[in-house]
């Protein structure tokens, strides 16, 4: 069974930095692509980022600039290390891996298992 835990969330102010790190157990990671999704309160989930298994990034246009996904396929780790933060980025922040073997652009449905979440809490 695959299991994702993300941690790394919490409370900063604007123009700091968070890292979030998401461990993968339970699947050959470097088989999977890699996701960042958020919900902020009264909002649906939204795409932050993606990474391919070959390594190529996809960004929401509210946080190209700021936010960097990276993989670390020997850790079975993905990272999104936030730069600049805004009192807009608070939400809870998702990590998700798809089923192995997935090519091409991402889309939701593509990712098969998801973490409980972390909280990211940015005050101004």
């Known amino acids: 069974q695959v299991q994702v835990v993300e941690s790394g969330g919490g409370l900063v102010q604007a123009g700091g930095s968070l890292r979030l790190s998401c461990v993968v157990s339970?699947?050959?990671?470097?088989?999977?692509?890699m996701g960042w999704y958020r919900q902020a309160p009264g909002k649906q989930r939204e795409l932050v980022a993606d990474i391919t298994i070959g390594g190529r990034t996809n960004y929401a246009d509210s946080v190209k600039g700021r936010f960097t996904i990276s993989r670390d396929n020997a850790k079975n780790t993905a990272y999104l290390q936030m730069n600049s933060l805004k009192p807009e980025d608070t939400a809870v922040y998702y990590c998700a891996t798809t089923f192995p073997h997935m090519y091409g652009s991402l889309h939701e449905t593509d990712f098969s298992s998801w973490g409980q979440g972390t909280q990211v809490t940015i005050s101004s």
């Open positions: 339970g699947s050959i990671f470097s088989f999977n692509a």
